[in-house]
Structures are given as structure tokens and as C-alpha cells.
């Protein structure tokens, strides 16, 4: 079974831009979760997507956005990039079983955001 | 109010010594505990995990924590370290409240292996 895909791997981007990072759950697995991994903060949680539906939400700025599509598959997007959010961006996917959210989480390899 | 503290940003150890991660936390509810490893340029990957069963949990790659609630602490522990095992540990609190949850990472172990 494929793991979580997470696409584009790099990416480059000036200030002020914006960008959009995706990420693809392992097959069946219906919840994804964001993370933002930085030298300085450490790993720290977006948000977190089931059914379409955010479910949880960390403590970030409005600029960073997310969405999940009908198949499970979800996009984060941050606006009016700042130097602070070069970063290494997680997707993990969770099970859900009975309407429930594993608390396992399977992570993707991360998309590297240098900012400019 | 929850939070999660690994002691020590950096453990060095020699091959086929013991290896000893500490990690202590808290939570103002019962929590979920998890221990995540980070290869160079890779995801993190699931080591263990307790949720309230036994209290000693055994994971992959001959890894072991256990839960201590006295002492508020899940250390990860391995008999003899392996090379392959040099990479960033973190530890992982997960909290259920209501319908919502909040998880907090700690700020991550990096393990060397001496050869």
C-alpha cells in the first residue's frame, strides 16, 4: 500500500507570493493533519481535515488555509508569504473507524518551503 | 494545561549500548503518548504508542517506553543501539477533550551512534 504522497517535495517562493501544497492520504485513510516543522519552533499543528470538515485548528495567522476534497485528498495554502514561513511542511493521514479518528498518524516525507 | 518536555536536545551513545530518551509531560486530562523517529529529509515515522493499557509499550526496531504516571514520564529505551537508529526522536502528546483534540510535539532528541 503507497504511503502519503506529498507534492511538490521543494519549493521556492519570493515574499508576498503564495503557494499551495498538497498532499495525498494513504488509501482509506479519510482524516489529514498539517504540521509546520521549523529550526526554531519545532513541529507544530495546522489543522486537521475529515469529511471535508476542519476538525481542529492550530494557534496560526489566517494566511494558512487548508481544504480537503471528496476523495480524502487535501491542499494547504499560505498567502502573502512571510520569510518566517520557510519551513517543512508534514501531511499525515489517520484511519477512521466508527466516525472516529485514529490517533495514529502516518506521516508523508513533507514539502520544503524556502521563502526568499 | 498541556506540554511535553524531552530533557535532552542531543544523546550520543556508542554501538550496541543502551539508549535512553526521556520524556516527560503533562496534561490536565488522560492522554494519548506517542514516540515519532525523523530520518534525514524524511517524514516522521511511528515508533510507539500508549493509550492506557500496559504501561511498559513495545515498538518497532526492539524500541520500548514506559508510561510512568507518578513520574509523568515516557521514557523510549533500546537494549543495544544499532547505527541505523542515529536520527531526531520526538515525543508526542495527544489530548481528547469534548470533540476536539490537541496534540504537542516535543521539541525533538537527536540521537549519534559511535561507531
Known amino acids: 500500500k503507497a504511503g502519503v504522497t506529498q507534492t511538490p517535495r521543494y519549493l521556492i517562493k519570493t515574499r508576498g507570493q503564495q503557494v499551495t501544497l498538497s498532499c495525498s492520504p494513504i488509501?482509506?485513510?479519510?482524516?489529514v493533519s498539517w504540521y509546520q516543522q521549523t529550526p526554531g519552533q519545532g513541529l507544530q499543528f495546522l489543522f486537521e481535515y475529515f469529511s471535508e470538515t476542519q476538525r481542529n485548528k492550530g494557534n496560526f495567522p489566517g494566511r494558512f488555509s487548508g481544504r480537503q476534497f471528496s476523495n480524502s485528498r487535501s491542499e494547504m495554502n499560505v498567502s502573502t508569504l512571510e520569510l518566517g514561513d520557510s519551513a517543512l511542511y508534514l501531511c499525515?493521514?489517520?484511519?477512521?473507524?466508527?466516525?472516529?479518528?485514529?490517533?495514529?498518524?502516518?506521516f508523508g516525507p513533507g514539502t520544503r518551503l524556502t521563502v526568499l | 494545561a498541556q506540554s511535553v518536555t524531552q530533557l535532552d536536545s542531543h544523546v550520543s551513545v556508542s554501538e550496541g549500548t543502551p539508549v535512553l530518551l526521556r520524556c516527560n509531560y503533562s496534561s490536565s486530562y488522560s492522554p494519548s503518548l506517542f514516540w515519532y523517529v525523523q530520518h534525514p529529509n524524511k517524514g516522521l515515522q511511528l515508533l510507539l504508542k500508549y493509550t492506557s493499557a500496559a504501561t511498559l509499550v513495545k515498538g518497532i526496531n526492539g524500541f520500548e517506553a514506559e508510561f510512568k504516571k507518578s513520574e509523568t514520564s515516557f521514557h523510549l529505551t533500546k537494549p543495544s543501539a544499532h547505527m541505523s537508529d542515529a536520527a531526531e526522536y520526538f515525543c508526542?502528546?495527544?489530548?481528547?477533550?469534548?470533540?476536539?483534540?490537541?496534540?504537542?510535539f516535543g521539541s525533538g532528541t537527536r540521537l549519534s551512534i559511535r561507531p
Open positions: 488509501s482509506g485513510h479519510r482524516s
Open positions: 508526542v502528546v495527544r489530548t481528547y477533550y469534548s470533540s476536539a483534540s490537541k496534540i504537542i
Open positions: 499525515a493521514s489517520s484511519l477512521v473507524i466508527g466516525g472516529a479518528v485514529s490517533d495514529t498518524q502516518y
